[in-house]
């Protein structure tokens, strides 16, 4: 399976492999986000990757910009700039098969192609599908937070 940069055309599969998230357990995905908006703005910044098979969008993975989330105390300002990556999703058929983890690494290499000296991100404290794909990279967290609605881990790695 190869990872490429996700074009408008690939628009309605994204969305609706983002639903297949919802209401998933360990998925804190609602009826608002992540929204056509979401797609809107990872698309104008060259920011959402996808994974497909078979023509079919079956994975996804976004380069985040949220200053909320860049403002946080606990990031290591000795190594900004900093990336986040966001909404990663698997195909519920697939999941468990390692494509996550690609996701990441592809995240991590395209960010430091970027420019970015670090990598950051938010995981919800009860997300453990996620918490365990991430701990094969040897993230470190480096704080906690409560932000939209919800309690996370702050990870955080010098790329």
Same mark, same amino acid.
């Given at each position: 399976?190869?990872?490429?940069?996700?074009?408008?055309?690939?628009?309605?599969?994204?969305?609706?492999?983002?639903?297949?998230?919802?209401?998933?357990?360990?998925?804190?995905?609602?009826?608002?986000?992540?929204?056509?908006?979401?797609?809107?703005?990872?698309?104008?910044?060259?920011?959402?990757? @996808?994974? /497909? =098979? %078979?023509? $079919?969008?079956?994975?996804?993975? +976004?380069?985040?910009?949220?200053?909320? !989330?860049?403002?946080?105390?606990?990031?290591?300002?000795?190594?900004?700039?900093?990336?986040?990556?966001?909404?990663?999703?698997?195909?519920?058929?697939?999941?468990?098969?390692?494509?996550?983890?690609?996701?990441?690494?592809?995240?991590?290499?395209?960010?430091?192609?970027?420019?970015?000296?670090?990598?950051?991100?938010? @995981?919800? /404290? =009860? %997300?453990? $599908?996620?918490?365990?794909?991430? +701990?094969?990279?040897?993230?470190?967290? !480096?704080?906690?937070?409560?932000?939209?609605?919800?309690?996370?881990?702050?990870?955080?790695?010098?790329?």
């Amino acid at each position: 399976m190869e990872i490429v940069l996700a074009t408008e055309n690939d628009r309605k599969q994204v969305m609706d492999l983002y639903n297949e998230q919802k209401g998933r357990e360990f998925c804190f995905w609602d009826e608002d986000y992540p929204s056509d908006e979401t797609i809107d703005f990872d698309l104008s910044r060259d920011a959402l990757f @996808v994974v /497909k =098979e %078979n023509d $079919k969008v079956v994975a996804a993975i +976004s380069l985040e910009e949220d200053d909320a !989330v860049d403002s946080l105390d606990c990031w290591d300002k000795s190594i900004f700039p900093g990336g986040e990556l966001a909404r990663v999703a698997v195909s519920p058929s697939l999941q468990s098969k390692g494509i996550g983890r690609q996701l990441i690494a592809h995240g991590m290499k395209t960010l430091k192609e970027r420019g970015y000296r670090s990598i950051h991100f938010l @995981v919800n /404290k =009860e %997300n453990k $599908k996620a918490i365990s794909c991430y +701990s094969h990279f040897g993230f470190n967290v !480096v704080g906690e937070c409560f932000m939209y609605d919800q309690d996370f881990l702050c990870y955080e790695k010098e790329l």
